[in-house]
């Protein structure tokens, strides 16, 4: 069973930075689809950005040129760099990921709060 487990998140003012970190365990096969979503409060979740097998990288145009999402394979981790944030990035943050076989994975989430 494939545990996804995020780190990183916090409070930050406007125009600061976060990293955050999702490090996979229990799965032995390279993901389709590595990446983060986001949830604010009262929205639907929504892609943020992800990478895929072949390494390409998708990115919410709401965060292009801020956020730059990076992966290490050797420690199935997904990284995401959050640079100029602003209070809309305000949401709960939630690392996805998808197997082959084309199941999918949900981590627990993790706050972030941008403050104005």
């Known amino acids: 069973q494939v545990q996804l487990v995020e780190s990183g998140g916090g409070l930050v003012q406007a125009g600061g930075s976060l990293r955050l970190s999702c490090a996979a365990s229990?799965?032995?096969?390279?993901?389709?689809?590595f990446g983060w979503y986001s949830q604010a409060p009262g929205k639907q979740r929504e892609l943020v950005a992800i990478?895929?097998?072949?390494?390409?990288?998708s990115y919410a145009d709401s965060v292009k040129g801020r956020f730059t999402i990076s992966d290490d394979n050797a420690k199935n981790t997904v990284y995401l760099q959050m640079n100029s944030l602003k209070p809309e990035d305000t949401a709960v943050y939630y690392c996805?990921?998808?197997?082959?076989?084309?199941?999918?994975?949900w981590g627990q989430g993790t706050q972030v709060t941008v403050s104005s």
């Open positions: 996805y990921a998808q197997t082959m076989f084309r199941r999918e994975y």
């Open positions: 229990g799965s032995t096969f390279t993901f389709n689809r």
């Open positions: 990478i895929r097998s072949g390494g390409s990288r």
